[in-house]
């Protein structure tokens, strides 16, 4: 059974930062890409930022220049690091990705059960 869970919201004051962990557990033969998603109160969830498998990283414009995506392959392991957070970061976090379990079974999407981030003075 593939479980994610993350780790690491809470709350902020605004200019602060926060460090977001998602880990991936269970039999993995192969994660692909790996992304972080975002809901506020009454707003449809967005896609915030991934990271392939290679390193290659991408942003939504909100956030370029403040936060940062990496993954440790050998811990299954995706991370968002948030800096000059705003109230407007204000969300549910989510980590998404695909992930092959065996060899002879075929891609599934998982999410996390989300965190909770909260930017407020």
């Known amino acids: 059974q593939v479980q994610l869970v993350e780790s690491g919201g809470g709350l902020a004051q605004p200019g602060e930062s926060l460090r977001l962990s998602c880990a991936a557990s269970g039999s993995i033969y192969s994660i692909y890409t790996m992304s972080w998603y975002r809901q506020a109160p009454g707003n449809q969830r967005e896609w915030v930022a991934a990271?392939?498998?290679?390193?290659?990283?991408n942003y939504v414009d909100s956030v370029k220049g403040r936060f940062t995506i990496s993954r440790d392959n050998a811990k299954n392991t995706v991370y968002l690091q948030m800096n000059s957070l705003k109230p407007e970061d204000t969300a549910v976090y989510y980590c998404?990705?695909?992930?092959?379990?065996?060899?002879?079974?075929?891609?599934?999407?998982?999410w996390g059960q989300g965190t909770q981030v909260t930017v407020s003075s």
């Open positions: 990271i392939t498998s290679g390193g290659i990283t």
């Open positions: 998404y990705t695909q992930i092959q379990a065996t060899v002879t079974q075929s891609v599934r999407a998982y």
